[in-house]
Nanobody, 124 residues
Framework: QVQLVESGGGLVQAGGSLRLSCVAS????????MAWFRQAPGKEREFVAA????????YYADSVKGRFTISRDNAKNTMYLQMNSLKPEDTAVYYC?????????????????WGQGTQVTVSS
């Protein structure tokens, strides 16, 4: 089992930045592909970014490419999402997710473990 806890959400003005963190505990963090998803009110959960276990490859949704950066520190069992140039449409609950395979996925059903989510609100 892997337990995931997100933090770093909050209220920010458009154009601002936030950094989300996801701390993992339980089994060996470094062997899990990780991802961030988000869910806005009334919408389905959507893929944001993913990173391989070794951090050698990263993947982004087109809507965040060039503005968000995913990273991980396996020594600290922590994954990050640096979010710059935030827009009101980025407002959502952000979830970190893990899957016990090497390869990443972009669909929520491909992930075994989920955090409780952290709210990000971007005001215009």
């Amino acid at each position: 089992q892997v337990q995931l806890v997100e933090s770093g959400g909050g209220l920010v003005q458009a154009g601002g930045s936030l950094r989300l963190s996801c701390v993992a505990s339980g089994r060996t963090f470094s062997r899990y592909a990780m991802a961030w998803f988000r869910q806005a009110p009334g919408k389905e959960r959507e893929f944001v970014a993913a990173i391989t276990w070794s951090a050698t490859s990263t993947y982004y949704a087109d809507s965040v490419k060039g503005r968000f950066t995913i990273s991980r520190d396996n020594a600290k069992n922590t994954m990050y999402l640096q979010m710059n140039s935030l827009k009101p449409e980025d407002t959502a609950v952000y979830y970190c997710a893990a899957r016990d395979t090497i390869a990443v996925g972009t669909k929520s059903r491909e992930y075994n473990y989920w955090g409780q989510g952290t709210q990000v609100t971007v005001s215009s």
